[in-house]
């Protein structure tokens, strides 16, 4: 999956693979993260929003399956 750098205080990574819906979230800390059932839409609201961290805490926790997996 390919991770593209982001402008974040908490989030330094994030992939996603849309025919998987896959979404790969790496933090500052190192950890890795995977979200799926993410679709499209939701990995584009993530990279558009002026808070990464507060988009994967309001939004994505909860709503989608998740695991840490580093």
């Not at 390919?2 to 933090?27: A, Q, Y």
């Not at 929003?49 to 580093?70: A, C, N, P, Q």
Request: hydrophobic share 30%; glycine share 8%; charged share 35%.
């Amino acid at each position: 999956m390919d991770m593209k750098p982001v402008d974040s205080s908490n989030v330094s990574e994030i992939g996603h693979d849309p025919e998987t819906e896959t979404l790969h979230i790496r933090f500052k800390d190192g950890s890795l993260h995977e979200y799926t059932g993410v679709p499209a839409e939701a990995h584009e609201e993530l990279m558009a929003s002026d808070s990464k961290g507060k988009y994967v805490h309001e939004i994505l926790k909860g709503r989608f399956d998740h695991s840490r997996l580093e």
